[in-house]
Structures are given as structure tokens and as C-alpha cells.
Nanobody
Framework: QVQLVESGGGSVQAGGSLRLSCTVSGHTFDNLVMGWFRQAPGRDRLFVAAINQRGGSTHYADSVKGRFTISRDNARNTVFLQMSSLKPEDTAVYYC?????????????????????WGQGTQVTVSS
């Protein structure tokens, strides 16, 4: 059974930083494309960032480019989301997602439907 467990959420003031982690078990991690999505209250779950299997290619939503960095450590089965210069509009539940595909396509990997497995989410709250 594949499990994704997020951690690192919390409350921070605008301009601050947080680092989210997501550890995967039950699947060969370096075969997975990994992504982060977020969902604010009353809104759809939206793409944030994705990274390919080896970590050499990344893709970001325009709203987070230059502020967020996705990375992965295949030896630790973990993907990270470093968030800096946080804004109140970044407040949301952040979800880690995994796609067991063999290819990398940024235009597909920003779509919720491309992912096979999801974590339970971690809350990020940014106050002004």
C-alpha cells in the first residue's frame, strides 16, 4: 500500500518561510513524479510544483515561481517544498501527490488527474 505523509506545515507571518516534507512508502520512490498542490477553503485544489523522477526537471505554478522550490532526496524517499516570501494568499492545505508514470511532461503534471496517490495534507497559514 502506497502512503504519502506530509509534515512541516504551520503558521507563519507574511514574508516568512516554511519547508514542507513528504515521505513515501510502499512504492519505488525514484520511479515517481512528485507534485505539490494546495487547496484554500471553498476553492479547488490547485497545482503548486512538480519534479521529475531524478530531480533534474521542475515545474511551478506562476503564483509561486521565484518563491517556492521543490526538491527531492531519493535516498530518503522524500520530496520537499521550500516556501519563502510567504503571502497571506498562500494560506491553504498543502497536499503531496505521486504519479507512477514513466515519463515527465510539465503540461500534464500540473493536472490533478495525472496523480495516482495523495497525502492527507498539511495546513499552512500565513498571517499579514
Amino acid at each position: 500500500q502506497v502512503q504519502l505523509v506530509e509534515s512541516g506545515g504551520g503558521s507563519v507571518q507574511a514574508g516568512g518561510s516554511l519547508r514542507l516534507s513528504c515521505t513515501v512508502s510502499g512504492h519505488t520512490f525514484d520511479n515517481l513524479v512528485m507534485g505539490w498542490f494546495r487547496q484554500a477553503p471553498g476553492r479547488d485544489r490547485l497545482f503548486v510544483a512538480a519534479i521529475n523522477q531524478r530531480g533534474g526537471s521542475t515545474h511551478y505554478a506562476d503564483s509561486v515561481k521565484g518563491r517556492f522550490t521543490i526538491s527531492r532526496d531519493n535516498a530518503r524517499n522524500t520530496v520537499f517544498l521550500q516556501m519563502s516570501s510567504l503571502k497571506p494568499e498562500d494560506t491553504a492545505v498543502y497536499y503531496c501527490a505521486a504519479d507512477r508514470t514513466s515519463y515527465w511532461d510539465p503540461e500534464l503534471h500540473d493536472l490533478r488527474g495525472s496523480y495516482d496517490y495523495w497525502g492527507q495534507g498539511t495546513q499552512v497559514t500565513v498571517s499579514s
